[in-house]
């Protein structure tokens, strides 16, 4: 009823519908395709939050993503996810699992966490610990996903960064997360580029890049994804955002009709606010916020950085332009949601 009523607000009277909330820049990982845990904003008070959460709540945000670097850093998370929690917004916390311990998670839980994701992209574990510069991780995720079977009652969504590093092992991927529960979202991962303004959040590694020998098995794996889907496997992706994947590795083209900035926007540590994760602040969500937003300047600033882009496969973003513009979209996800109320996923 909630994403149903924030999809209206979004569509029909312009609110956003869709929000990244940097609790902290920190992490304890230092994953190769990965520029954020470079950089060194400050980071809002708890009573800072409280502000930034009634002027989110004036615009009529819906969907609240809680993210980082490691949001497990902050001692006070629990206190966040309660406070967005108590203001009606769906939230969803985003860790790399590194810090999971069953009190987390029950405290967690305590304070009203219904969906959580998780990165995993490969279940190699040499791989992934080369990848993240971690060690066992794989072996981590796995036990995270335990604790969250138990607690968390929304959705448990594993995110899979899709690199030439894992595309060939993407369906035994899928069939593992699904055997722990939980959803896959497999999302090309996003290198700075050249044709790119800024590399603000995102990193660049070469072995990462799909290459065109990669193809054929590329559109193997793809075609697979696509029927497991159809066949009921927990895959959060659209039937649409797959293809556009596939299509981007055979074209290179990832352009879109992108509303950065109006549909969508993120919230750096410090209340630093910009159109997407790509690019610098904008002005500060504790400074006249919802008048700014609102202003003409704003919306041509956001304009302008748009134009500049050449486009994206981030799958919050894009999967927010589908939900709310896509009717096969919307009639996928609430088969999904349908789905997981009776149970009748597969296998
Ligand atoms: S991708 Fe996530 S887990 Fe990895 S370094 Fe960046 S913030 Fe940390
Ligand atoms: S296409 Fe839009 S969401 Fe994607 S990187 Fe560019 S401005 Fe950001």
């Not at 149903?4 to 230092?30: D, I, Q």
């Amino acid at each position: 009823m909630e994403a149903a009523r924030g999809l209206v607000r979004s569509k029909f009277f312009s609110a956003p519908f869709y929000l990244h909330f940097y609790v902290t820049e920190r992490c304890n990982l230092r994953c190769k395709m990965c520029n954020i845990w470079k950089r060194k904003s400050p980071e809002m008070t708890l009573g800072e939050i409280e502000q930034c959460v009634r002027v989110l709540k004036k615009l009529k945000v819906q969907n609240i993503v809680l993210t980082g670097g490691e949001p497990l850093l902050r001692p006070d998370i629990s206190d966040i996810v309660k406070l967005f929690n108590d203001h009606g917004f769906t939230t969803r916390l985003q860790t790399n699992g590194t810090l999971v311990t069953r009190e987390k998670i029950r405290a967690l839980a305590e304070a009203g966490l219904k969906n959580i994701t998780i990165s995993l992209d490969t279940l190699d574990e040499k791989k992934f610990d080369w990848i993240c510069e971690s060690k066992d991780l794989v072996q981590k995720v796995d036990e995270s996903l335990d604790l969250f079977a138990e607690y968390i009652k929304g959705f448990i969504v594993v995110n899979t960064a899709v690199s030439r590093l894992n595309i060939p092992e993407l369906p035994e991927i899928v069939r593992y997360v699904n055997s722990k529960g939980a959803y896959a979202s497999l999302v090309p991962v996003h290198l700075h580029s050249s044709g790119m303004t800024t590399s603000f959040c995102y990193g660049y590694d070469e072995e990462m890049i799909v290459s065109k020998d990669l193809l054929p098995e590329t559109e193997k794996v793809y075609a697979k994804l696509i029927k497991m889907k159809k066949e009921g496997y927990r895959i959060i992706n659209s039937e649409k955002f797959l293809r556009a994947s596939l299509d981007c590795f055979r074209t290179g083209n990832y352009s879109w009709d992108c509303r950065a900035g109006e549909r969508f926007f993120v919230v750096y540590p410090d209340g630093g606010v910009a159109p997407c994760d790509v690019f610098p602040p904008l002005f500060n969500i504790q400074s006249d916020f919802p008048k700014k937003f609102r202003s003409a300047e704003y919306r041509e600033s956001a304009r302008r950085l748009r134009e500049g882009c050449d486009g994206c496969l981030l799958g919050c973003w894009r999967e927010t332009n589908l939900l709310l513009d896509d009717f096969a979209t919307q009639r996928e996800q609430m088969h999904l949601f349908f789905r997981k109320k009776t149970g009748a996923h597969h296998p």
